[in-house]
């Protein structure tokens, strides 16, 4: 084989190979965004008993992920954001750009206890969502997201009465 056939072979292989990245990514990216549109559904089934104008809302917008890595101009993670607004404060559910393999995860502003630290939701090959807790350098600590999980963290920001 000469020199030119070799180049048109791995030319070949590299074309094969990248359309095969595209498309597992674009198989990716629709579960990626499937995932997040049911996880924002399931979150508003379990709120939706304790809805108060004023009191409790929730607000779904289209929303780009990016990074650092993939400007806002270059993305093509078209997703959405979920609002809760409880007591007059947001809690945002705002989706980061998909990971390796799919990873989905999600930051959620606005429950951060401790000043470094940052909460978000990971959701898992299993099909179930994790609350990830991080502060620091240590291990983040975990939890099952659900319906209950969620009204526990939510019930943080309401204003105690002090007597």
Do not use: C
């Not at 924002?40 to 409790?56: R, S, T, Y």
């Not at 993305?75 to 959405?80: I, L, P």
């Amino acid at each position: 084989m000469d020199d030119i056939q070799q180049l048109g072979e791995m030319l070949r292989h590299y074309a094969a190979s990248e359309a095969h990245k595209k498309q597992l990514f674009d198989s990716q990216s629709v579960v990626w965004a499937r995932r997040i549109h049911e996880l924002f559904g399931l979150i508003e089934q379990w709120l939706a008993p304790v809805l108060l104008p004023d009191l409790l809302e929730l607000h779904r917008e289209p929303y780009v992920a990016f990074s650092p890595a993939l400007p806002l101009e270059s993305s093509s993670f078209y997703s959405e954001k979920l609002t809760i607004v409880i007591a007059g404060k947001p809690v945002e559910f705002v989706p980061d750009v998909m990971g390796p393999n799919g990873q989905i995860s999600l930051a959620v502003i606005g429950l951060t206890a401790a000043r470094l630290g940052s909460v978000s939701l990971v959701g898992e090959a299993s099909g179930a969502w994790q609350w990830r807790k991080t502060n620091g350098l240590k291990d983040p600590d975990t939890f099952v997201f659900d319906g209950n999980f969620l009204a526990a963290q939510l019930q943080s920001l309401i204003p105690r009465e002090r007597a």
